[in-house]
C-alpha cells in the first residue's frame, strides 16, 4: 500500500515549488495534476516512466477512485494542487475519503499565490506597520457560497490587506486594474493569479463586480 | 553591482524552501539570515566559502548597512527570512532603501507557516465549503501596535479560520493548546510555528491572553 501525497505546486513557475514537492514528484510512481490550474511545467520534476493524468473534468469521486487505485501499485502518489493544498484545495473532501479507507495521506504545503502576488509586484508588501498588521484571503462569492458573516463589505471594513482568489470574473476591468493602486476605503486588493499565464494585480475595489 | 534577494526560507524545514531559493542560496556570495527565526540547515543550500552571517541582534539600519555592502562585491546576495517575506517580513524597510540606493532588488516568495501549520496538522484544511471561505492572518499587539479596526474581537466575529502570528506570548497554555480542537464562537485559531523548534497548534481562543 502506498502513501498519497497532496503537494502545493505553488504560484505558478515550476521552480516555486518547495524542494520537498519537487523531490517527491521525482519519486513518485504516479502524479494526478490539476491541470486547468498547475503549469505542465512542474511535472518537469517527474521522472521518465512515471503515470502521470490530468484531472481537469473529472469530478471528485474520480479523482479520489484514481489515488486510491494507483495508491495500490506505487509507493509514493502525488496529487499535485496549484498554490497550498490548504487553501481552496478541497483537500478535506480529497483526503478524507482516503484516511477511511485506510490509505496513509501526506500533505507537503505552498507557496500561495496571495504571496507570490506580493513578491511580482516588485517589493509589495502584505503588512505594513502604522498601516495593517492584518491580511485576509477570501473570495466573491461564485460556485461555492460565500457565508454572509464573509461578504466583502463586512471584511473591507477592517482596512487591511485583501487578497481576493477564485475571483477573476467579477473584475470588471482586469488589464486596467493592473495599472491602478488607488484605494478605495484604503483597502488594497490584490488578485492573486490563480491561472499561470494570468498575472496578479492590484486593483481598486471599485473595480470589482460583487453580485447582489 | 550585485542584486540583492529577499528569499522566504519558509516555514522551519530546510526543504520547505522553494527551489528557486534554495538555487539563490546556492548563487550567493553574500548570506544574511534571520538566525531567531530561520533554522541554521536552511545553510545546507549555500556554497562552500559563501559570507554567511546572522541579523540576530542587529537593528534594520545595520541590516541595509550589510546588505548594500556585501552588493558592491558579490554578484547576488540574499537576505533569507522565515516564512515569505512579504508577511511581517519588514521587506518595505529594507527594499525602500536599497532601492533609492539604485541597487536592483528580487524577491523569492515563500510558504507561510499558516499553510505549514494547516498541513502539519494531518489534513487540517484553512477553507471548508458551508463552513468558511476566508482566512485571516493576524496577530496579537505586541512590539508592533495594532489599528483598533484589527482587534482579534472584531475580526473573530466573521468566524472564519484565524491564524495567529507572533503570539506565542499570549498562549495561556500553549501545550495544552495543542490537544484541545474545541471551539470559542466557531473560530479555529491555529497558531503558526515561528521558530522552528515550535510545533503548530490549533487553540481555543479562550487560551489567548488577549491585552486590553
Known sequence: MGKVWFVGAGPGAAD??????????GEAGAVLYAGSLVSRAALQWAQPGCDIADSKGTDLAEIIGWLMDRAQHHETVVRLQTGDPALYGALAEMAGPLDRAGIPVGIVPGVSSAMASAAAAAG??????????????????????MPERESLDALARHRCSLCIFLSIAHMASPALGCART?????????????????????????DLRIPR
Do not use: M
Open 16 to 25: 516555486l515549488i518547495t524542494v520537498r514537492g519537487s523531490r517527491l514528484l
Open 182 to 206: 488607488h484605494r478605495h476605503r484604503d483597502v488594497p486588493a490584490l488578485r492573486p493569479g490563480a491561472r499561470p499565464r494570468l498575472p496578479p494585480c492590484r486593483a481598486d475595489t471599485r
Open 124 to 145: 509589495e508588501t502584505l503588512t505594513l506597520p502604522e498601516v495593517t498588521q492584518t491580511v485576509i484571503l477570501t473570495h466573491i462569492e461564485g460556485r461555492t457560497p
